[in-house]
């Protein structure tokens, strides 16, 4: 029996019909919600990631436009360009892609994203709060395997949860917030050792490594929910995940499919974190 596909689609669409109304709303009431996507680079699973974003505000009334700077941009340029866009009213979130050009640190860039217009987590500012608790945006990616769990109604409660992946964007945020839903949570990474063994374990097992088809049936349980948070691009243009769904179709009981998975209710949740931000102006 093959495991079941836990799509994103629809709970995206949903979302963004949620935003759509809700952006009428502010719009009739003379503010236009706006999004943008500051970005420095020619990585190709970057650029695919910012146009889906674009091309997922233009199904709302969410303005949404990419701050497009040179791959060699330096990090002067690239304050300069945070700082006006804090400083602007109409604008309501910014986001700051990555990779950045060579030689240029994230961490000094993230601080200047105002909390309030932080709608993908970076500050660091936000990603405090999150562990105490205390409200703030979560990094889209992270709160999209949340709500697509809620939505399939995946028990978490209890559930032993093995992410595989440390980054900021996903592994360390989704630990809190699977902490908050009382799951018990291992966080694997490269340097983990008996990898396999270890993500055996687990009643659901998310991957964030941006390693293309990496995690084959060895490091499955029976039964388990898989996550595959993965978005690699390929040399024909395809995108494929982090798992080899393939080699997991008899064992896992249900998994995220890559494309139509993590990725559709990531963007949806950005231009609703950016309505979020834009009722706090």
Do not use: W
Request: hydrophobic fraction near 45%; glycine fraction near 6%.
């Amino acid at each position: 029996m093959s495991a079941e596909i836990l799509t994103g689609k629809t709970l995206a669409a949903e979302i963004r019909a949620s935003v759509s109304h809700e952006a009428a709303q502010l719009i009739d009431h003379g503010v236009t919600p706006c999004l943008a996507v500051v970005i420095a680079t020619e990585d190709e699973t970057a650029n695919f990631y910012v146009k889906h974003i674009i091309s997922a505000a233009e199904k709302t009334s969410v303005l949404a436009h990419i701050e497009q700077l040179s791959p060699t941009a330096t990090k002067e340029e690239l304050t300069a360009k945070i700082m006006n866009l804090a400083a602007d009213n109409n604008v309501h979130g910014i986001i700051l892609q990555t990779p950045l050009p060579t030689g240029v640190i994230a961490d000094d860039l993230r601080t200047l994203i105002p909390p309030e217009k932080d709608v993908d987590g970076a500050n660091p500012l936000s990603a405090g709060r999150l562990l105490c608790g205390i409200k703030a945006f979560a990094p889209s990616t992270a709160a999209a395997v949340m709500n697509i769990l809620q939505r399939h109604e995946i028990a978490l409660k209890g559930a032993r949860v093995v992410i595989i992946g440390r980054s900021l964007v996903v592994g360390k945020p989704l630990a809190h917030l699977m902490l908050a839903a009382d799951a018990t949570v291992t966080i694997c990474h490269s340097k983990t050792r008996d990898l396999a063994i270890v993500a055996q374990e687990a009643d659901i097992l998310v991957v964030a490594i941006g390693r293309p088809n990496y995690i084959t049936a060895e490091y499955v349980k029976q039964g388990a929910i898989v996550i595959d948070v993965g978005t690699n691009v390929q040399p024909d243009g395809s995108l494929v995940g982090d798992i080899d769904s393939n080699s997991i179709q008899t064992i896992a009981k249900a998994y995220t499919p890559v494309p139509g998975g993590v990725g559709p209710v990531t963007t949806a949740l950005l231009l609703k974190q950016t309505i979020e931000a834009t009722k706090q102006t």
